[in-house]
């Protein structure tokens, strides 16, 4: 009894917690049985939005037919003439609908409701389950933010260790302890596009460039580059030019 009741409970709380952005998921309890509670808790969604929007529009195209019929009668009162206008009254009748999922607040929220419910439902029933959309919205605008305030912070701290930005300098291999190459270029900043294997042609000579190294020199966060002369018939897929310092 306790154990159904338990599972019970965790299934219930298993259909909110679907709501979640899926990537969060992982990071939940593993006794909430996500997978299992992810469609049905689109459905339920769905139902949601039937239960406020059936009564919401019933409402709203009473108030419709009633306001069309105010007007026939208004008109009427004015220009005995004019009779009833039936098709008036079933013009707004007919619109209720639209004006109501598109100019009244209830209209949207069931709107949007039976949209991502179903959304939901189907990604649920396909393998691919999603969270609530404006929920996943808000979450990868919030963590997008967040990962660039963080890099932003990576990359002022890694400046700090580097130092002011001073030329490249050329040093052997022995010098640098990286054995197995011709030479090394030691350079105060990271080079975009020097990338191991990537072919650097020189005026000199054209090398390969093999594992770069981070390491402090004098105080300063330094990258190598070890280059190796290439010599090789190898195919050439990524290169990049560059004048070798003196």
């Known amino acids: 009894m306790g154990d159904s009741l338990f599972r019970l409970l965790a299934f219930g709380a298993a259909l909110f917690a679907a709501l979640l952005p899926f990537r969060h998921w992982?990071?939940?309890?593993?006794?909430l049985p996500l997978d299992s509670a992810a469609f049905p808790s689109g459905v339920l969604t769905v139902f949601a939005g039937a239960a406020l929007g059936i009564p919401g529009f019933l409402e709203h195209a009473g108030f419709e037919v009633s306001f069309a019929n105010q007007a026939v009668v208004d008109e009427a009162m004015r220009n005995p003439n004019a009779g009833y206008s039936r098709s008036m009254v079933q013009g707004f009748a007919g619109l209720a609908i639209f004006t109501f999922l598109l100019l009244t607040p209830k209209g949207w929220l069931t709107l949007y409701l039976l949209g991502s419910?179903?959304?939901?439902?189907?990604?649920?029933w396909f393998g691919d389950p999603i969270g609530d959309p404006i929920l996943t919205a808000v979450d990868n605008v919030a963590a997008g933010g967040h990962?660039?305030?963080?890099?932003?912070?990576?990359?002022?701290?890694?400046?700090?260790?580097?130092?002011?930005?001073i030329p490249d300098r050329v040093v052997t291999s022995t010098s640098a302890g990286i054995p197995g190459?011709?030479?090394?270029?030691?350079?105060?900043?990271?080079?975009?596009?020097?990338?191991?294997?990537?072919?650097?042609?020189?005026?000199?000579?054209?090398?390969?460039i093999g594992e770069p190294v981070e390491r402090t020199i004098a105080g300063r966060l330094r990258t190598l580059y070890p280059l190796s002369e290439h010599k090789d018939l190898e195919a050439v897929r990524k290169s990049v030019d560059y004048d070798l310092p003196t």
């Open 117 to 124: 419910g179903g959304v939901r439902a189907a990604g649920a």
């Open 26 to 31: 992982q990071r939940l309890p593993s006794w």
């Open 147 to 165: 990962s660039r305030r963080r890099e932003r912070r990576d990359q002022e701290t890694r400046r700090a260790r580097e130092g002011p930005e």
């Open 181 to 208: 190459c011709d030479l090394v270029v030691v350079a105060s900043r990271r080079k975009p596009g020097w990338e191991r294997g990537v072919v650097v042609f020189t005026a000199s000579a054209v090398y390969r």
